[in-house]
């Protein structure tokens, strides 16, 4: 990969149930405007394995795809906001990323997650053990720049407003459902201003 000296490089996360495919377009979107993008796929995508064993793998594709020391940005959606928030507060993550930017992920847990009994889904119920672990120490993050980029028409987050984060920036599309924020011209341009901030 090569690195882009003017920005930081961007890893991109995806969903549940989802590959890095999913964010190709908002990927094809940045690298036009001079980004250089990576991403990976987090594997088993359905929740079968805990989010932070996901966040140990996503520490090694960093790992692999990055020179040693090079800063990098993350930009990560829905269940992949959860996992990336392990790898920052509890991996070291926080040492090496510079801005952070959830698309319409669960911090405060989806009541959606109750339908999937797994690993993953039980870890991003309301109240869970994991996520109560990672709120109790989020001002964390304000290390970094931070920005929520969420939508008050989520049926995927429930409530909506779970999506944001009480660090950084807060952006508000209202884009109708929750797949449609990985394609929305609108939250291509909040996700690029904020990493030109």
């Keep these: 990969m090569t690195v882009n000296n003017q920005r930081n490089p961007v890893l991109l996360l995806h969903g549940i149930d989802d590959t890095s495919d999913a964010m190709a377009?908002?990927?094809?979107?940045?690298?036009?405007r001079g980004w250089t993008v990576g991403s990976m796929d987090m594997t088993p995508n359905?929740?079968?394995?805990?989010l932070d064993l996901l966040a140990q793998l996503v520490a090694k594709g960093i790992e692999n795809q990055f020179p040693t020391g090079q800063p990098i940005d993350l930009v990560c959606f829905s269940m992949g906001g959860i996992v990336a928030r392990y790898y920052l507060q509890r991996?070291?993550?926080?040492e090496?990323?510079?801005?952070?930017?959830?698309?319409?992920?669960?911090h405060h847990g989806t009541l959606s997650a109750y339908f999937r009994l797994n690993p993953a889904g039980r870890q991003m119920c309301p109240g869970s053990p994991f996520l109560t672990?990672?709120?109790r120490d989020v001002q964390k993050l304000g290390k970094l720049q931070v920005t929520s980029i969420w939508t008050p028409?989520?049926?995927?987050?429930?409530?909506?407003?779970?999506?944001r984060l009480p660090v950084g920036e807060e952006v508000i599309v209202p884009v109708i459902l929750?797949?449609?924020m990985q394609s929305d011209d609108r939250v291509f341009a909040a996700v690029e201003k904020a990493l030109s901030s």
């Design 133 to 135: 672990d990672l709120n």
């Design 178 to 180: 929750h797949p449609f």
């Design 46 to 50: 359905d929740g079968a394995h805990p």
């Design 96 to 106: 090496r990323v510079r801005r952070f930017i959830t698309i319409s992920a669960p």
């Design 25 to 32: 377009r908002l990927g094809s979107y940045l690298a036009g």
């Design 91 to 94: 991996l070291g993550g926080i």
């Design 153 to 163: 028409f989520d049926l995927m987050i429930l409530p909506a407003w779970s999506s």
